[in-house]
């Protein structure tokens, strides 16, 4: 199976500005998770997607948002951006529903640098 | 919603010796929790996960235990290798739509 893929990988934008992130999960995968990851912080959770529904969100202003498509494949919005914006943000996918499927798979990222 | 603290922040060992990196959450409802390993430049990789119906699991060299009453788990790495220097993150999940990362642990093994 085809691993997660997140596009595009790297980008470059300025204060003020706003911004679309995509994610395709594995095939079969119904939940799509997003993280920003910064240096010291971790993982911080953005929210999650399962079958179109945003089920959770973390503690992140409005200006972050997303969606889920038909397909599974999600993407992530972020508007009037700031300098403190900056980082790697990453998608995960898991089944979503049933016995066993917390697992998540990570995409590479893509690396946002606001400027 | 769940906190987990993780430590230590950063580690160094000498090649051969074990690592242990250990993680506490808040939310007794936690019954998943993985581990996972970013090499430089690279995605997060599931390397081991544990439930809250077991107490211990190992793959090889690698080990994680959990301690329900106490609401910590912890990572071991037995004959440690320079390839297993890397940053570590331990999570705990509530449910299929809520995931929560420690800050991460920089394990570096010297030669």
């Known amino acids: 199976k085809a691993g997660v893929t997140q596009t595009p990988r790297y980008l470059i934008k300025t204060r003020g500005q706003q911004v679309t992130l995509s994610c395709s999960p594995i095939s079969g995968h119904r939940s799509v998770s997003w993280y920003q990851q910064t240096p010291g912080q971790g993982l911080q959770f953005l929210f999650e997607?399962?079958?179109?529904?945003?089920?959770n969100k973390g503690n992140f202003p409005g200006r972050f948002s997303g969606r889920q498509f038909s397909n599974s494949r999600s993407e992530m919005n972020v508007s009037t951006l700031e300098l403190g914006d900056s980082a790697l943000y990453l998608c995960?996918?898991?089944?979503?529903?049933?016995?066993?499927?917390?697992?998540?798979?990570f995409g590479p990222g893509t690396r946002l640098t606001v400027t | 919603g769940e906190n987990v603290e993780q430590h230590p922040s950063t580690l160094s060992v000498q090649e051969g010796d074990s690592a242990v990196i250990k993680c506490t959450y808040s939310?007794?409802?936690?019954?998943?929790f993985p581990w996972y390993k970013q090499e430089l430049g690279k995605r997060p990789q599931l390397i081991i996960d544990?439930?809250?119906?077991?107490g211990e699991k190992k793959d090889q060299r690698i080990a994680v235990t959990l301690n329900k009453t106490a609401k910590h788990f912890s990572l071991h790495i037995t004959e440690t290798q320079p390839e297993d220097s890397a940053v570590y993150f331990c999570?705990?999940?509530?449910?299929?739509?809520?995931?929560?990362f420690g800050a991460g642990t920089r394990l570096t093994v010297k030669p």
């Open positions: 999570a705990a999940s509530i449910s299929q739509a809520d995931m929560r």
């Open positions: 544990i439930r809250s119906n077991v």
């Open positions: 997607y399962f079958s179109e529904t945003q089920r």
């Open positions: 995960a996918s898991s089944l979503g529903s049933g016995q066993g499927t917390y697992e998540q798979y």
């Open positions: 939310d007794s409802a936690s019954n998943y």
